[in-house]
């Protein structure tokens, strides 16, 4: 099994930065498949980005292309979202996912899900 833990998320400005991550633990994921996903409330979960296991293929919703990107660290077994130029439009629950398919994955389809953190951004 695979535990998935986010943090860094809080209560920014519009136009700021903050940058997530996501510690794995249980077993390492560095052959894994990881992705960002949010859920703002009344909204359904949707895509953020998503990386492969080695980290040279990465992916982006359209609505944050440009401005967020997507990293990992497999010695840490961790992988990150760096978000800039924040807008209230991203206020949702970020939840970090991983699978043991190794491609990058865009579909909702992952084996293991964080708890999520809370971004709020205000206007």
């Known amino acids: 099994q695979v535990q998935l833990v986010e943090s860094g998320g809080g209560l920014v400005q519009a136009g700021y930065s903050l940058r997530l991550s996501c510690a794995a633990s249980?077993?390492?994921?560095?052959?894994?498949?990881m992705g960002w996903f949010r859920q703002a409330p009344g909204k359904e979960r949707e895509f953020v980005a998503a990386?492969?296991?080695?980290?040279?293929?990465?992916y982006y919703a359209d609505s944050v292309q440009g401005r967020f990107t997507i990293s990992r660290n497999n010695a840490k077994n961790t992988v990150y979202l760096q978000m800039n130029s924040l807008k209230p439009e991203d206020t949702a629950v970020y939840y970090c996912?991983?699978?043991?398919?190794?491609?990058?994955?865009?579909?909702?389809?992952?084996?293991?899900w964080g708890q999520g953190t809370q971004v709020t951004v205000s206007s």
């Open positions: 990386i492969n296991w080695s980290g040279d293929s990465t």
């Open positions: 249980g077993r390492t994921v560095r052959t894994y498949a």
């Open positions: 996912a991983a699978d043991p398919r190794s491609g990058v994955i865009l579909t909702s389809a992952y084996d293991y």
